[in-house]
């Protein structure tokens, strides 16, 4: 872990930077905030002021923490890529910024397309995983982990290989709905992100040992 104290403080500063944002922006920010948006863009949840700039950044800094640690404690990390381990890192600060300047501007009355930004960074974070996914070797913290891939390494990397294409072929559909914001090719897509690997990791665990 001493070897990432570093970069683990830097993002976790960087994660709850948006709070000195708040409070540059608290007297022009409303008692009670727009959070949560459906897919037609319009608000349906709310917070507090308070819980939005002083709240969201320490829960999203607690989730960060809670990633590094599970991930740094796991005793095969070292079968981790140092490019995945730097994607680790950098996803909730990112996500932390993105949301907050988006509940911010929104408070103050900009209009904007939450789904279109939403749809476009959650694809770039499933392509952008999807590319360096197959390049791990088998760990408890990053992949597709289940018993008959951590039990084989050739299940598991043609399993993960798998899951690549698929986190890829993912990440360009929620680019391009990010253009229609319908919620069906969205379920379907991650569903079979999920249910694909397993069973094609199961078919091949079944092979085997027939």
């Not at 949840?45 to 990633?67: C, E, K, T, Y």
Request: hydrophobic content about 55%; charged content about 10%.
């Amino acid at each position: 872990m001493k070897k990432y104290s570093g970069r683990l403080t830097l993002t976790c500063v960087i994660t709850l930077l948006p709070m000195i944002v708040g409070l540059i922006l608290w007297n022009r920010l409303p008692e009670t905030m727009a959070t949560h948006w459906g897919a037609n863009n319009e608000a349906n949840g709310w917070s507090s002021r308070q819980f939005v700039v002083f709240g969201m950044p320490v829960i999203l800094m607690a989730l960060h923490l809670l990633a590094v640690g599970v991930t740094m404690a796991d005793p095969k990390k070292r079968n981790i890529g140092k490019r995945m381990i730097g994607i680790l890192f950098w996803i909730v600060p990112v996500v932390s910024w993105f949301a907050m300047m988006t509940i911010y501007l929104s408070a103050l009355g900009t209009k904007m397309n939450i789904g279109l930004v939403a749809n476009i960074l959650v694809g770039a974070v499933f392509i952008i995983v999807g590319n360096y996914l197959p390049k791990n070797r088998q760990n408890f913290s990053v992949g597709i982990k289940l018993p008959w891939t951590l039990a084989d390494e050739e299940n598991w990397n043609k399993t993960n290989r798998l899951s690549g294409y698929l986190f890829v072929i993912c990440g360009f559909i929620f680019i391009v709905n990010a253009f229609f914001l319908s919620i069906i090719p969205i379920i379907a897509t991650v569903l079979a992100v999920i249910i694909i690997p397993v069973v094609y990791s199961y078919w091949l665990y079944r092979k085997k040992i027939e």
